[in-house]
């Protein structure tokens, strides 16, 4: 079988994660490197055991190396001249969320794909765990009924420094696309509005507003809420958020480290005031990788099967817009309607 020909853009820290996962797959043929500091490059290709050439030029390795798939590693406000570039050179393009910088990018780059017949699918690390799809199954079967609220939680503080400590939307902007993102892949439902409300909490290091507050309209009547913080020195969650889920019949908790359970009306009793319920921890068989190998691996079968990844453009951009809707709405003071983006 012909193998497929890479082209690795991007050799910052998330590199690694793309690199690990598929340099040693044996269908593919990585063709080139390239970073606009060529010692990170040459770094990336002795560490990965790689047999090509490395580049500070963009375009010219694609123009010498003629890739099947580029692997966009740069920084969001160079996505979109990395993707829309590929694309217009018959490649097709694999890249670290998010999708772009703006909205406006991003729907030039959706539409780009669309028109070169290209795919371009992006980085969701999140929807590859085990225990987020199983509480997505709880959902997803009716075992509590019909879902009609879903919230997330979210408290971390750590302390990046660098461009994030001056950013205006520190935590909406670089973090939250995840649980906006996991929200819509747990509901299979999509966003029609949001109500956002940011602030900078007393002890925050940063300029901008690190913690926020979101309600989400979604279809089906779901509502979402995002709580969140960026700066949360105590009581912390996991990077996964916590969630719980309402259902008609009874609800759904996920503390984003430990498998989710859900709790069903007991039938059998009958109280004045509270109904007891009945805990279940379902069993759930996952058998595949996760994180980012569990999404680079989907990617490439999506890829190989000529159909859409769950992450295509098409549809992350509505996670994308979740993000930037919410910045809108906080700016604004106002509830935000997702066609007013997208």
């Known amino acids: 079988m012909k193998k497929l020909k890479v082209l690795q853009v991007g050799c910052g820290g998330i590199s690694d994660a793309w690199l690990g996962s598929y340099s040693k797959r044996d269908d593919i043929e990585i063709v080139g490197v390239v970073d606009l500091i060529i010692e990170r490059a040459k770094n990336k290709k002795i560490k990965y055991n790689l047999e090509c050439d490395v580049y500070e030029d963009f375009e010219k390795a694609i123009d010498i190396t003629s890739p099947d798939i580029v692997i966009d590693n740069t920084t969001p406000e160079v996505h979109h001249k990395i993707v829309t570039t590929s694309l217009d050179k018959g490649c097709n393009v694999f890249g670290e969320k998010p999708l772009a910088d703006t909205m406006e990018n991003a729907i030039e780059m959706v539409q780009k794909a669309n028109d070169t017949k290209k795919f371009y699918f992006v ?18 079967e009716n075992k509590i009924g019909k879902l009609g609220y879903l919230d997330a939680s979210f408290y971390l503080g750590p302390h990046f420094g660098g461009f994030r400590d001056v950013m205006d939307s520190p935590l909406v902007l670089d973090m939250a696309i995840h649980t906006f993102d996991q929200a819509r892949f747990i509901t299979n439902c999509d966003p029609v509005s949001v109500y956002c409300h940011e602030f900078n909490p007393a002890g925050s290091w940063y300029k901008g507003d ?25 009581n912390q969650t996991s990077w996964e958020s916590e969630w719980r889920a309402m259902g008609s019949e009874g609800g759904a908790v996920w503390d984003g480290k430990n498998p989710p359970w859900y709790e069903i009306n007991n039938v059998n009793t009958n109280t004045e005031c509270l109904s007891e319920t009945i805990k279940i921890t379902p069993e759930y068989k996952w058998g595949k990788k996760e994180g980012h190998s569990g999404c680079i691996e989907h990617l490439f079968i999506a890829f190989k099967e000529k159909v859409p990844a769950q992450t295509d453009c098409n549809d992350n951009i509505k996670s994308l817009a979740m993000v ?6 906080s700016k604004e003071q106002r509830k935000v309607y997702i066609n007013e983006l997208i």
């Open 123 to 140: 980085m969701q690390n999140r929807r590859f765990l085990k225990d987020i799809s199983s509480f997505k199954e709880i959902i997803k």
């Open 210 to 234: 690190a913690n926020a507050v979101c309600i989400f309209e979604m279809t089906d009547n779901v509502v979402f809420t995002y709580n969140g913080s960026w700066c949360a020195v105590a």
């Open 324 to 329: 930037m809707a919410a910045i809108k709405s």
